[in-house]
């Protein structure tokens, strides 16, 4: 299993997969068992410290990540853990 994540104190700590449309967050983990789909996700610049923002979550969940637009599966999704953001 990979896990990679970024220290963070905060009780607002949510997996991808549970963010409605237009939630903003910065990424603090991936834990992701198949090593090569984290090694695809961390070379499309979704590390710890990257900033999201959901677009959609049906079917399946599409995000910005930086300036990225990246579509993934709710597993996947349910693997990458954001720190919400204050709008």
Do not use: K
């Not at 963070?8 to 983990?29: A, D, K, M, Q, W």
């Not at 979704?46 to 399946?60: D, S």
């Not at 990225?68 to 853990?81: G, K, N």
Request: glycine residues 8%; hydrophobic residues 45%.
């Amino acid at each position: 299993m990979s896990v990679i994540y970024l220290a963070s104190g905060s009780h607002s700590v949510r997996p991808l997969s549970s963010l409605r449309e237009g939630t903003r967050g910065r990424i603090v983990e991936v834990r992701l068992e198949d090593s090569g789909r984290a090694d695809r996700l961390l070379a499309l610049g979704v590390t710890p410290g990257a900033l999201v923002t959901v677009i959609q979550t049906f079917p399946g969940i599409v995000f910005l990540c930086d300036d990225t637009e990246l579509a993934v599966e709710r597993s996947v999704a349910a693997a990458i853990f954001v720190h919400l953001l204050e709008i």
